[in-house]
């Protein structure tokens, strides 16, 4: 017999307990929810309930393995239970079901390779491939089919939101969509959105869904603030018969709205559930009291919310979080590396911090100084800034203008060139490495040729450029707008990346040397293993969450950029920023600080100098220590 009540709270007690009829866990942060799916897989087991009536759904196999694991320690018998994520689960079920919705059994999975490949074909059947005018690629129209599925909304509203510039072919991503269904239904592809359209078909068939009322008697789900639409509907068909379904999650740590989930999933439960039990999880285990404090304030803030109130499982006070103000962000990124390496003295390791921000482009500054002073770190939540495409495109134009003879960067630079491949490009830069004027070489193919127009255009801007001058920011400003229309050609996504090259001038005029500039953009980490260091963290919000560190900076506290600017006009996606802002909150064990610089990023359209309003609250700041770093 396992001793329920001395290894769990009160609330964790109830809801292991709990196990008839549906039951709504908000599990705050740090409140261990994991060891209440734990101890209740457990539990019903004491109840003698089949191990393999009981179905447990997360979003990584990964964690229905561990918390399936961590139960077998206890009872071997646990791992007779079913886990695994939705789409696992969906694909199980069709190989068995597929018939009824007339798929042959031999259906094949695409990958996401695949699903691109076939949208291309599809394009191709229709006439799209070849279209003159600027049109979505095959990625970014299956990521759209994607979103219109998973939100259950017309493609049309996703394109409003997330590719405004693409709303005037909405039409033809409906026919380029309807091709995509009937060229998988007669090759028999699905899909992995296919696997939960297909599962919830087959959970609306009253046949179907009493074989599996019948089989799987206790449901549970994990994380259940992040499913969306359609994981909402086979959550509720799974178990609306015999209703002993548990949702386990938290309503403040909705974050992956750009995803397709939905926070309305468990802010209506109740709702599709009208008996349901509200457990709420409000001991936490990884904050101080001075932390928890700033976490409520932000709770207490929001509207659109289940209330509760974090309070510290060790009782400690702690530190009081502070909020730094700098005048811009160099100063910004050398204040934190310094207290960085302040901390590590006092003997907490790199790996127990994070630098935490809510755009990547924001870490820019940092990134270069913690490589300029040696400090080892890794990005969570996309590329270093160095390394993303569009960057180096640009970088490539700056090193030529550096050094007219850097073959490598001529070859990137005239490869994005409208009509030169690989062969024209290495003809050019080997009459280019053998000339003192590359724009002679320019000048003799300015006629009769498919890429003339776009090496003229490229000839025109290296005059304009003055080689004598040394004036990084107006280098950096004249490649920006050279490049910027075939930015604009080369990524469906380009309107989210011109952050990246914003930041880019803002870090050149902090430089005298364009030498300099490139060398510190360049540096490489010492490899890790080498130097014996393990690195710092730099990290999304979005990357971090699940995740802890003693020490937390959280930088970029700005209107515009947290909550960032696309979202001001979205009463709904503010709310999701706020609930961002408390994830990265509630990631701090120890050490709490906010930093935000006086310094605009973006074309001089808004300066972003605000506090973030999410910060700039009475019973936010009153908890907060100020300090101002004019330097």
């Known amino acids: 017999m396992i001793d329920f009540e001395g290894r769990l709270n009160p609330s964790q007690l109830a809801a292991v307990r709990a196990i008839r009829g549906p039951l709504l866990v908000i599990a705050g942060a740090g409140s261990g929810k994991t060891r209440v799916i734990e101890y209740r897989v457990l539990y019903l087991l004491e109840n003698n309930i089949p191990p393999a009536s009981i179905l447990l759904l997360t979003f990584t196999r990964r964690a229905a393995h561990e918390m399936i694991s961590r139960a077998c320690r206890h009872n071997l018998h646990c791992s007779k239970v079913v886990g695994g994520t939705f789409h696992s689960f969906a694909y199980q079920t069709l190989k068995v079901y597929a018939k009824k919705l007339g798929i042959q059994a031999n259906f094949i999975i695409l990958d996401e390779a695949d699903s691109c490949e076939a949208i291309r074909r599809c394009m191709a059947r229709l006439g799209f491939e070849n279209k003159k005018s600027r049109f979505p690629r095959a990625q970014t129209i299956k990521d759209t089919i994607s979103r219109s599925n998973n939100l259950g909304c017309p493609l049309e509203d996703v394109l409003k939101r997330e590719y405004p510039h693409f709303v005037e072919y909405s039409h033809d991503l409906e026919r380029i969509k309807k091709e995509y269904g009937q060229y998988k239904i007669k090759a028999n592809y699905l899909d992995y959105d296919d696997l939960l359209i297909c599962l919830k078909a087959l959970l609306e068939k009253p046949q179907i869904r009493d074989v599996f009322r019948e089989k799987y008697r206790f449901i549970m789900v994990d994380e259940y603030q992040d499913t969306n639409t359609l994981q909402g509907d086979i959550t509720y068909l799974l178990s609306k018969d015999h209703q002993n379904v548990m949702v386990v999650g938290d309503d403040a740590q909705s974050i992956y709205g750009f995803r397709g989930a939905t926070h309305k999933n468990i802010m209506e439960f109740p709702k599709r559930f009208p008996n349901a039990r509200i457990i709420k999880l409000e001991e936490n285990f990884r904050s101080t009291r001075r932390i928890l404090d700033v976490a409520n304030a932000v709770l207490a803030n929001m509207k659109n919310k289940y209330a509760k109130c974090l309070f510290a499982a060790k009782g400690i006070e702690g530190l009081k979080p502070q909020v730094f103000l700098f005048q811009d962000g160099y100063k910004e990124a050398q204040m934190i590396a310094e207290r960085i390496l302040e901390l590590r003295n006092e003997g907490v390791d790199l790996t127990k911090q994070a630098i935490l921000f809510r ?87 300015k006629k009769g040729y498919s890429f003339s127009k776009e090496l003229s255009r490229l000839g025109v801007f290296l005059k304009k450029v003055n080689f004598k001058k040394e004036d990084v920011s107006a280098y950096v400003e004249a490649v920006v707008n050279y490049y910027q229309p075939i930015f604009e050609v080369k990524f469906d996504d380009w309107h989210l990346r011109a952050n990246d090259l914003e930041a880019l001038k803002q870090i050149a005029g902090h430089y005298r040397k364009l030498r300099d500039l490139l060398v510190d953009l360049a540096v490489e980490l010492p490899q890790v293993g080498v130097r014996q260091v393990a690195p710092l963290t730099l990290s999304t919000i979005h990357s971090a969450k699940g995740l802890e560190w003693e020490v937390v900076f959280l930088v970029g506290i700005a209107e515009g950029l947290l909550p960032i600017s696309y979202t001001l006009d979205d009463e709904e996606e503010i709310e999701e920023e706020q609930r961002l802002f408390y994830v990265a909150v509630t990631r ?16 001089g359209f808004e300066q972003f100098n605000k506090i973030s309003r999410f910060v700039d609250q009475p019973n936010v700041m009153q908890l907060l220590e100020k300090r101002a770093y004019p330097f």
């Open 359 to 445: 755009s990547a482009y924001v870490s820019i500054p940092l990134q270069t100084e913690l490589s300029r002073r040696k400090i080892p770190f890794q990005v969570f939540g996309g590329l270093k800034f160095y390394e993303t495409s569009h960057i180096r495109d640009v970088l490539a134009h700056l090193r030529v203008i550096v050094n007219p003879k850097d073959e490598l960067a001529w070859m990137r630079g005239l490869t994005l060139l409208k009509g030169i491949g690989t062969k024209t490009a290495q003809l050019l830069v080997g009459k280019i490495s053998k000339s003192n004027n590359p724009i002679k070489v320019f000048e003799f193919y």
């Open 588 to 603: 701090a064990k120890a050490r709490l600080y906010f930093s935000l610089h006086y310094e605009g990023w973006r074309r």
